[in-house]
């Protein structure tokens, strides 16, 4: 046991490592130590969903983990969803639905509905609804984000 | 005021749901927010703000915190009180209104819990919060005033000395004689109505990142506010410095909502932490912070009465609102709490009016800045007693609401307090509302739910949203200092590419998408040639106000509108000289520019371009200037008021005091619609916050004036499972007095929002006659309302 | 909201964080899921010296049926538990229970010792433990002991363990086949903490008499409950309209909330009242229908 401790994550694809105090949250980690500042803190306390990413295939809040707990772990951030410069389904019917305004709860929205699709590739309206309903927007009320959720379902069983 | 000449505008982009410009990076995590930013050098601070409401400071001790390694330096307010004036109050509309101004940290009393105290600044945040937990501040309690009642007893402890109570000031508007209308009508209906403390509460808290640079002189921030140039001069006076030397740009914002419009106390201590260091000094609020430093809004009671003859039409309004102020001004003073007044009387005719505006200071937080600013409560004053009147005379909603509407012809219509309405066909948006009621068959939804035992109710709430602030003489005649103009350029450049500077504010709505439409349609050439630049004083020309005021559209669109037209006449005055045409034969489209009916020849933009950048010989006529650039400042000569009718329905749980929201509609009107996605998304937006405020959102306060909802565990921010589908419908009547015919569209749910819910919740209980007064209606306060009329009934019965 | 500094520890099984929790002493806590301990570190409401993380230790991550009882490992995740059709099948009013904690996102993390662990009187999964007559099995220095989910909850936060003990195991009887469940919640939002919770899982005898019923409140004392008065009106009588309305009228006695910003307590003690009719009408009425 020491103070510092070295942590190694594969992120997006990429392996990063870097020294990290213990009380570094993995949010930080991300945003500071990492770069990726697409992964937003809206909260601290695990409340409004903006910093959710996926970790080791599901999503967490990134706000209430610390980055010494995730060395060897695989992540995926909003960075990560993206092909090169091709937006994937989900983000372009979040761009042909307007299920964004300012942007910032919009990366854990995405990581949100991506596992929501995954566990249920047909949802209705109503499971959309509660799916998101850990992730707060103050922007859009919420309509259009689930008009993208569905029509990226749509989109992504044809 | 007009452009007089007809220009043959090609119209591709306006009016259609084109997909934001914006979207791409902010979907990939490419958006760059205040926090995403750093500079070189830069060091990070921390506030330390007050425990208790109402004190004196009788010693401050830092010594400790200054010795924790990593930190570079800790101020207190006498320190910023040396270098820095006191915090700004630009909103003065009552005449002689005491003013409570403070600086930005307390110099010898705190007056609400949250109240900075000191600040630290270190290598990074997690150690200026260690800091702070090093600072010792000894404090002396002072009597604490926790709420309205309690500020205006008669005995009440003062929040300052001086004063000879607790009112900061009142005043009142009179139209025709209010006294003898309530004397002489058939029906007085009355009402309390309160509205609890909210919050904009952007999903991104602000923040500010301050450079100042004591070998050039020279401020530069990055900024979360969406009023960067107001901003500038704020800074200017607060440090008296050239407005020069300062440069503000602004980052992608995580949304506003009015929030972010207000100037804030953090922004003069990073500057003077800055100053000290030598250091750029960044300062972000965390949630925990935002609940006590950024603006609350919404406190009011309102009591005022509505007098009517037995046939509907109303004769009379008379009323007091109460703000209820915190312990120092915001920079908007009491503007939100006398807009309310502003807004009371709605879309009706009343042609005798007394109403009166008074605020009140209390040890609560500052009144600052949200989306709707005082109509939300305005709209609760008109709405709310229109519909009571209606059951006491036995009348239709909608009847009693059309039969007192000015009809179109009547505009442009003084509202009897300061505002002109541009125009409007109210009855005809009521109309479209109530069919599409009617359609969607929630009356049957209703009459079938109540056959089950479920209680079902339909709400109604026109409301008027007074956009575009504003003139600016007329700004400054009600009180505001400053001015409400916008200044806009247009440039094409040597490729034939256009890029629009704007001072206004992108914060999420949409505002380089809908500039990028006005100005591709009046310059004729294709969106993707449009660049939008908003966001740097240094770059930027200068808005008046700021992107506050639901100006953004009709102002700043109608500047960019304007020199999109002038450019557009140097453009095809090139194009003539290349083309040996008369200008005023030419058309250009999808920046191909020709003789009007004829294809046989033409340029491009991209040939105009370089003939007025680069080849000019013999191409640039021998009169006209090189480049292609025009300015344009629109400073409107009214306001542009849009206006609109929702609809709600909802299910009430009669033994719990639960709240359902099922289904939402709304028929509006603002004008030219520019983007209807957009409006659309505006419209939602707004009502998603009104009706968490009407049912979610409070910042509660206990005797102690301490703060018993900061975090969002208790300040309830709606969810998507809160929050009805919405389903929007428009009619476009033009504003009178803008250029393209733009009213304002912002702020127009959370002016809707709340009294509608109380109109569907009185219709799910209208057997129990069951009226809401007050919000947020919490199911224990609505189950005591439900329970006290169910008794009532039974005690008659 | 940055944590303060804190050391770190990574547990590889239960000794050896129970090693470190009696080395640490009473500054240590014990990181499992994290939804509850980290954002009370981020308000720095929480400043443990250590934080001993157990999320590495898998064999804390299971669920099995045990001897007539279902059988769950403090470490295993609450979105685990909520779709394991083995909890489905034995005690189907746990995932329906674990509904309504948090968000999917919070569950993936959560795990349900961390949850019983963290004893907030106001969360679904002590008061399901408690209504269940769940047991607890803790292991400290001195080996594994089993407390009753009635002994286990001490008050507010507040639990039997000693300092250097973990929790690891999480049993409850299981169900018998056709018995009704069902969770009654009021909460200003989903995923809140309850105002009040009501959880019941009712079984009828062939005769249509209850031959079983469990009955647990949360949000209405500073400990979970089990309503035994309401149980004792019901075990062995028709479920009637009247014999449902009597139970739900034991319940006032039986709650000692206090109010909030929410709901005062007087509402709490109504609603517990309510939702105990509601949720022992809603488990009967799904008795023979499956999870």
């Given amino acids: ?40 803190l809206g909260c601290e306390h695990g409340v409004c969903g903006a910093c959710t990413i996926m970790v080791d295939g599901r999503t967490a809040r990134a706000c209430l983990m610390l980055a010494v707990q995730v060395d060897g772990s695989t992540i995926t951030t909003v960075e990560g969803l993206a092909s090169g410069n091709e937006l994937n389904p989900l983000q372009e019917a979040f761009w042909d639905n307007h299920g964004l305004q300012c942007g910032f709860c919009t990366s854990g929205m995405l990581m949100c509905a991506t596992e929501l699709l995954e566990e249920n590739p047909d949802p209705s309206a109503e499971e959309v609804r509660e799916g998101i309903s850990g992730n707060l927007c103050r922007c859009t009320g919420y309509d259009s984000i689930v008009k993208s959720v569905l029509a990226a379902a749509e989109k992504m069983r044809s | 005021m007009t452009i007089a000449e007809p220009v043959h505008n090609q119209r591709k982009y306006v009016g259609t749901s084109v997909r934001r410009t914006e979207d791409p990076r902010l979907l990939a995590g490419r958006g760059q927010y205040i926090d995403d930013l750093t500079v070189p050098k830069m060091i990070e601070g921390a506030i330390l703000r007050s425990p208790l409401a109402h004190a004196r400071i009788t010693n401050i001790d830092v010594s400790r915190a200054l010795e924790l390694p990593g930190v570079f330096d800790v101020i207190t307010g006498k320190d910023l009180a040396a270098v820095a004036g006191q915090q700004p109050v630009i909103w003065l509309p009552i005449p002689d209104q005491r003013l409570a101004k403070t600086h930005a940290l307390a110099v010898d009393r705190v007056r609400w819990v949250g109240q900075a105290v000191a600040a630290v600044v270190a290598v990074d945040r997690y150690v200026a919060e260690d800091a702070l937990e090093l600072i010792e501040v000894d404090y002396e309690p002072l009597p604490v005033v926790a709420d309205l009642e309690a500020a205006l007893a ?149 009591d005022f009465e509505m007098a009517l003859n037995n046939d509907g039409t109303i004769v009379g309004l008379r009323g007091i609102s109460y703000g209820v102020l915190g312990g120092a001004l915001s ?53 709310r007693l229109i519909e009571m009147a209606a059951r006491e005379l036995g009348m239709d909603r909608a009847e009693i609401r059309r039969k007192n509407f000015p009809a179109p012809e009547e505009f442009p219509y003084f509202s009897g307090a300061a505002f002109t309405f541009d125009s409007g066909r109210y009855a005809d948006c009521l109309d479209l509302a109530m069919s599409k009621v009617e359609e969607l068959g929630w009356r049957e939804r209703q009459a079938k739910a109540r056959a089950e035992g479920r209680s079902l109710g339909i709400g109604y709430s026109f409301h008027i949203e007074p956009s575009g602030y504003g003139p600016s003489r007329i700004m400054n005649l009600v009180g505001l200092q400053h001015s409400g103009f916008d200044e806009a350029t247009v440039r094409m450049d040597s490729v034939g590419k256009v890029t629009v500077y704007s001072g206004q504010i992108n914060m999420g709505q949409g505002t380089h998408t809908t500039y990028a439409q006005i100005a591709a349609d009046n310059l004729g050439v294709p969106m993707e040639d449009v660049v939008v630049v908003t966001g740097d004083t240094d770059s ?153 405020g009407a049912l979610l959102e409070e910042l509660v306060y206990d005797d102690e004036a301490q703060l018993k909802t900061a975090s969002f565990m208790d300040y309830l921010l709606p969810t998507a499972m809160d929050i009805p589908p919405f389903q929007f419908f428009h009619q476009e009547t033009p504003a009178p007095d803008i250029p393209g015919g733009v009213k304002g569209v912002g702020e127009a749910g959370t002016i809707a929002g709340v009294s509608l819910v109380a109109s569907a919740i009185d219709d799910a209980l209208s057997d129990l006659g069951v009226t809401v007064t007050r919000f947020p209606v919490t199911p224990p306060r609505l189950l005591d309302q439900i329970r006290e009329a169910q008794s009532r009934k039974e005690g008659s019965a | ?276 009719k509601r949720a022992v009408g809603a488990a009967i009425e799904r008795i023979g229908v499956s999870a």
Wanted: aromatic share 6%; proline share 6%; with cysteine.
């Fill in chain 3, 1 to 276: 909201m940055k944590p303060a500094a804190v050391k770190y520890a990574r547990a590889g099984d239960v000794q050896e964080a129970v090693a470190l929790l009696s080395e640490h002493g009473t500054d240590a806590k014990v990181l499992a899921g994290g939804q509850s301990l980290v954002p009370l570190m981020n308000f720095r409401l929480a400043s443990p010296s250590i934080l001993i993380d157990i999320n590495r230790v898998n064999e804390l991550a299971y669920v099995r049926e045990d001897n007539g009882s279902l059988l769950i490992g403090a470490m295993t995740r609450q979105r685990d538990v909520e779709t394991s059709p083995v909890v489905a099948a034995a005690v189907p009013l746990l995932p329906q229970a674990l509904h309504h904690v948090g968000h999917v996102t919070n569950r993936n993390r959560g795990t349900v010792g961390g949850s019983v662990a963290h004893a907030d009187p106001a969360s679904e999964l002590p008061a399901l433990v408690t209504g269940l007559a769940g047991e607890l099995t803790v292991e400290g220095p001195k080996g594994q002991r089993t407390i009753a989910a009635e002994d286990f909850f001490v008050g507010t936060f507040t639990t039997a363990m000693e300092y250097d003990e973990v929790l690891t195991a999480v049993r409850l009887p299981r169900l018998p086949a056709g018995t009704g469940v069902a969770v009654e919640e009021l909460a200003r939002r989903h995923g809140d903490f309850a105002i009040v919770a009501v959880m019941a899982a009712v079984h009828l005898a062939p005769d249509g008499s209850v031959d079983l019923v469990r009955l647990a409140a949360s949000g209405v004392d500073s400990v979970p409950l089990r309503l035994h008065s309401a149980e004792a009106v019901l075990a062995g009588a028709q479920p009637t309209a009247d014999a449902i309305a009597a139970a739900a009228a034991t319940v006032a006695a039986s709650v000692n909330p206090t109010g909030d910003v929410h709901a005062p307590a007087s509402y709490r003690r109504d609603m517990a009242q309510l939702l105990v």
């Fill in chain 2, 331 to 383: 920079t908007v003073g009491a503007g939100p709490c006398w807009a309310s007044v502003l807004t009371c009387m709605g879309p009706y005719k009343i042609p005798n009016l007394d109403v009166t505006v008074k605020v009140v200071m209390t040890n609560r937080a500052p009144y600052g800045s949200y989306r709707g600013w005082g109509a939300p409560k305005g709209n609760i004053v008109h709405e």
């Fill in chain 2, 540 to 692: 930027c020309p200068y808005t008046g106000y700021g992107t506050g005021g639901s100006r953004g559209a009709p102002l700043g669109g109608a500047s960019i509108l304007r020199a999109s037209q002038r450019l557009r006449g140097k453009i095809l005055r090139v194009a003539a000289q290349l083309l040996e045409a008369s200008p005023d034969d030419l058309e250009i489209n999808d920046g191909q520019i020709s003789v009007r009916g004829t294809s046989s020849k033409s340029v491009s933009t991209r040939d105009v371009g370089d003939a007025a950048y680069r080849r000019l010989l013999d191409k640039l006529p021998e009169e006209e200037m090189p480049t292609l650039e025009e300015v344009d400042v629109f400073d409107p000569p009214n306001m542009a008021t849009s206006y609109g009718c929702t609809a709600l329905l909802v299910e009430v749980d009669r033994e719990t005091g639960m709240v359902s929201l099922l289904d939402c509609l709304q028929a509006h009107d603002c004008g030219t619609v520019l983007n209807p996605m957009l409006v659309d998304g505006q419209l939602a937006g707004g009502l998603a916050q009104a009706l968490g």
């Fill in chain 2, 154 to 302: 008669p005995d009440a402890p003062k929040l300052y000395d001086d004063w000879p109570d607790n009112v900061s000031g009142s005043h009142s508007y009179k139209t025709g004689d209010a006294d003898a209308a309530f004397a002489s009508a058939d029906l007085v209906v009355s009402g309390s109505f309160t509205h609890g403390r909210a919050m904009g509460c952007p999903l991104e808290p602000r923040g500010c990142i301050v450079s100042w640079d004591s070998f050039s002189d020279t401020l530069d921030l990055w900024l979360s506010t969406q009023a960067p140039n107001l901003a500038r001069d704020l800074l200017a006076e607060v440090f008296e410095v050239p407005v020069s030397k300062i440069r503000v740009r602004t980052p992608n914002l995580g949304g506003g909502f009015g929030n972010k419009f207000d100037f804030y106390g953090e922004e003069i201590i990073a500057a003077v932490l800055s100053r000290r260091t030598g250091r750029p000094v960044k300062i972000v609020e965390d949630r925990a912070d935002s609940f006590v430093a950024t603006g609350h809004s919404r406190d009011q009671r309102l």
């Fill in chain 1, 1 to 40: 046991m020491s103070d510092s401790q070295t942590v190694s994550v594969t992120i997006n694809g990429h392996v990063y490592t870097a020294d990290c105090d213990p009380r570094l949250t993995l949010a930080d980690f991300i945003r500071h130590k990492c770069g990726l500042t697409g992964t937003h």
